[in-house]
C-alpha cells in the first residue's frame, strides 16, 4: 500500500481502513504492508502552504517518494531512487506480495514498482533505451538482483505515468501486470487524461480495468467500488480472467485529504 505525496505509511493507513477490513473480509488472513517514503517533506513542501496557518499540523510527519524537479525539461524526479530502495527492502523484507495498491504519487509508483518486476524483459528495455539515449535512466540498481516474483496485480487511484523520455523503459513495451485504475471525474489535482495514459501504459482496452467514481482526488470507500476492488483482485489472483471497463456512480464519502503528487 502506497501513499501519496505529502502523507506516510502511517497516515494512509489511517485513511483506508475501511478498504482494509472489506478485503480482510474477502480474503481471510490476507496482510497489508504499509511502507513510508524516504523523503521528509516539510510543511512548505506542501504545494498552497500557508505559513499563518502552520502551528497545530508541525508535528505530523510528511514524506514523500520524490521530489518533482521545477527546472529539468523533461521533468525529473529528485530522489526516486531512494524511493525504489525503500519498496525493495520491503519486498524483500515482508514478501512475497501478491499485489501492490498505491495514491496519487503512490499509484504512480506502483505501476512502476509492477514493470520492474515482470522480469528480464523490463531489464532489457531498460538497457536499449538506455544505451540509445543518456537521457533515458538505468534499471533502479535496488531491483536488480532482488528476488521476488512478478506480481498477480496493480491497482491505481489517480495514478499517472511519469513524462517524458527519461522514464519511457518503463512502460516501452506496455506494463503486462493486471490492473484496475481508479478516476474521479471531479479529480482536478490529477486530471482524467493523465489517468488515461496510465490505462494505456497497462495496454488499455481489456487489459485495463477502469472505474470512475464521482468524486474528486480521494480514494473511494464506499461499498460499491470496495466491492469492484475486491472482485478485481479475486479475478486476478483466482482465474485472472479479462476485466472490463465501467463506469460506477453513486454517492461519495467526502474528502478528509488533498494529496499533491508533484
Sequence with gaps: MLHGYTQSGQLFHAKTRALEKHLQKAFPGSILSYPTGPLRLDPSDVPGFDSSNASDNDDVEIRGWWRRSNTADPPEYLGMENGFSEVAKTLTTEGPFDG????????????????????????????????????????????????????????????????????????????STPSCHFIGSLDSVVEESRCQALVDAFGGGPKAQVVYHPGGHFLPSSKQFLDVLASFIDNATVTATPATQRRMKGKEESAEDLDLPF
Excluded: N, T, W
Aim: overall charge neutral; hydrophobic content about 40%; glycine content about 6%.
Design 100 to 175: 501492490v495498491a498505491g495514491f496519487s504519487q503512490g499509484a504512480a509508483l506502483a505501476a512502476m514498482v509492477s514493470s520492474l518486476l515482470e522480469g528480464q524483459s523490463r531489464k532489457d528495455a531498460f538497457q536499449c533505451l538506455h544505451s540509445q539515449s543518456s537521457l533515458s535512466i538505468p534499471f533502479p540498481s535496488s531491483f536488480i538482483d532482488i528476488q521476488h516474483p512478478p506480481l498477480k496485480f496493480c491497482i491505481m487511484y489517480s495514478g499517472f505515468v511519469a513524462p517524458g523520455e527519461r522514464y519511457r523503459a518503463f512502460y516501452d513495451p506496455h506494463v
